[in-house]
């Protein structure tokens, strides 16, 4: 039992006071010594399992992701000791032929990013044991490729601000989750390029 009965109405004389002594004495004995000590008992957690995974995985992707533009604005971002640490091939091995590409041409990512509200869609091969994730988010992608000599931005989506539905697998190497592949539909409207995204 929890609590304490009310009587709703009176009875008089002894009645009465035998009544209340054996309801006192059963409101006792239907309580836990827990309920009477004022100890709380154990409760059934409802934290999600899989919560703190999720949380080192977007905060991996978006180390990788903050390392690429930033390696996109430095004229030796190609030797960026962040791509290798945050990147896997064939991912780390794509990024740095175009960051090579890009520099050959005198190109350099100029103005800000933003990653979106990235979010992990599925862990495997089992949630409780995950050595793969994949995670989705719309990057407002206003970082563009400027020639550091002329001034002038690149030609196409290189140089115009634009948005890209991303969809990364992240894998588990040696205890750490690193960006192993990376597909992306970009486009100038928000909503062709993160349909079904966000």
Not at 106 to 127: A, I, K, M
Request: with cysteine; charged share 15%.
């Amino acid at each position: 039992m929890r609590g304490r009965t009310r009587l709703r109405f009176r009875r008089a004389g002894g009645a009465f006071i035998l009544l209340a002594f054996l309801a006192s004495i059963t409101v006792a004995a239907c309580s836990s010594p827990a309920e009477n000590s004022g100890l709380k008992l154990p409760t059934r957690s409802t934290t999600d399992p899989t919560a703190a995974v999720q949380a080192a995985v977007l905060a991996a992707w978006k180390a990788a992701e903050t390392a690429f533009y930033q390696a996109e604005a430095n004229p030796t971002g190609l030797f960026s000791p962040s791509l290798p640490a945050t990147m896997t091939d064939p991912q780390l091995e794509m990024v740095k032929t175009n960051l090579a590409g890009q520099e050959s041409e005198d190109f350099l990512g100029q103005g800000p990013w933003n990653l979106g509200s990235p979010r992990v869609v599925s862990l495997g091969p089992t949630e409780n044991d995950p050595t793969t994730a994949t995670v989705v988010s719309c990057i407002h992608d206003t970082q563009i490729l400027v020639n550091e000599n002329t001034g002038q931005p690149a030609s196409g989506l290189n140089g115009t601000p634009d948005w890209a539905g991303a969809t990364s697998t992240m894998v588990l190497v040696q205890g750490m989750w690193k960006l192993s592949q990376q597909s992306s539909v970009a486009n100038t409207n928000r909503q062709v390029a993160c349909a079904g995204i966000s």
